[in-house]
């Protein structure tokens, strides 16, 4: 499903226009995304919980030229789905 397919299916079942529809997800993204800049976690309990990890420096291996380069630790953004996500993925 891509966002313009979501915003459609939100405007259907909540009554209310694309236009709104469009402008409640982008802010519930954009409040999402503010949570997780501060580092903070954000728990919709029943679908999962969107958080911050760090990952460690580690060393790779260029596929081009076979050598090893060295990634460094970086930030990112993750998802861990709730049970009830992964039961109705799972088909429980």
Do not use: Y
């Not at 919980?49 to 990952?55: D, E, H, I, L, Y």
């Amino acid at each position: 499903m891509k966002k313009v397919e979501l915003v459609r299916e939100i405007a259907r079942h909540t009554k209310l226009s694309q236009t709104e529809a469009h402008h409640t997800l982008e802010v519930t993204l954009d409040i999402i995304k503010t949570s997780l800049r501060k580092k903070e976690e954000v728990r919709l309990v029943g679908f999962g919980s969107f958080k911050v990890a760090t990952r460690k420096s580690r060393t790779g291996i260029n596929p081009q030229t076979k050598k090893p380069i060295k990634i460094p630790a970086t930030t990112v953004a993750k998802f861990v789905p709730g049970k009830e996500l992964k039961d109705i993925v799972n088909k429980k």
